[in-house]
């Protein structure tokens, strides 16, 4: 109706089909990302946080890390991952987070300070180790064990010590590979 140039009969909008079905695809595109991220996340990958300063300076106290849980599905550690385990299997502990130094079938010596891995000084560790533990009679690993040590060469809870020893592969939950920026330094990837 028309009245004085006025028009009084509003016109209904409707949604056109095309904008219907853009915003489901759309929908859908992201609820199939989030479940992709999720996958991703729980399965291949986790975050922690740093406990303590055994590992610097590579990591510190409290830095959040990324951890790839998927790794050590195709492939086994080797010397020179830090790697994030339960010790003895122990969930009611935090995460540990140490340096692989030998693996399955090497042997494995402290002596005068140097670590000896199969007769050689390791060329992981470039510091002197001041207590010896476990390692100071030669041990050989077992299958499915690895000798794992702290950067921080001064403390001691790694496989030095009776309560942790070499570390079952079953017990290692993966690989640390991205540290997340602390005070003044960047996000790092982990060597």
């Known amino acids: 109706?028309?009245?004085?140039?006025?028009?009084?009969?509003?016109?209904?909008?409707?949604?056109?089909?095309?904008?219907?079905?853009?915003?489901?695809?759309?929908?859908?595109?992201?609820?199939?990302?989030?479940?992709?991220?999720?996958?991703?996340?729980?399965?291949?990958?986790?975050?922690?946080?740093?406990?303590?300063?055994?590992?610097?300076?590579?990591?510190?106290?409290?830095?959040?890390?990324?951890?790839?849980?998927?790794?050590?599905?195709?492939?086994?550690?080797?010397?020179?991952?830090?790697?994030?385990?339960?010790?003895?299997?122990?969930?009611?502990?935090?995460?540990?987070?140490?340096?692989?130094?030998?693996?399955p079938g090497d042997k494995v010596l402290i002596e005068d300070g140097v670590l000896y891995v199969n007769g050689t000084p390791s060329d992981v560790v470039t510091g002197r180790v001041n207590e010896a533990g476990l390692a100071s009679n030669e041990l050989t690993l077992e299958q499915g064990t690895y000798f794992v040590l702290c950067d921080d060469l001064s403390d001691s809870d790694d496989s030095r010590s009776a309560n942790i020893g070499p570390v079952e592969s079953r017990f290692i939950l993966g690989k640390v590979w991205l540290a997340f920026p602390e005070g003044d330094s960047g996000m790092h990837m982990v060597d």
Not at 17 to 33: A, M, P
Not at 44 to 61: E, K, R
Not at 78 to 91: A, M, R, S, T
């Open 1 to 103: 109706m028309r009245q004085d140039g006025y028009y009084f009969y509003k016109k209904r909008r409707r949604f056109s089909e095309d904008f219907l079905r853009d915003t489901v695809h759309l929908i859908i595109g992201i609820l199939i990302s989030l479940l992709f991220a999720f996958i991703l996340v729980y399965f291949l990958g986790m975050s922690t946080t740093v406990s303590g300063d055994s590992m610097s300076p590579v990591l510190v106290s409290d830095q959040k890390v990324l951890v790839n849980r998927f790794v050590y599905k195709l492939s086994q550690p080797k010397p020179g991952d830090v790697v994030i385990f339960l010790p003895n299997g122990n969930e009611n502990t935090h995460y540990y987070m140490r340096r692989v130094v030998a693996v």
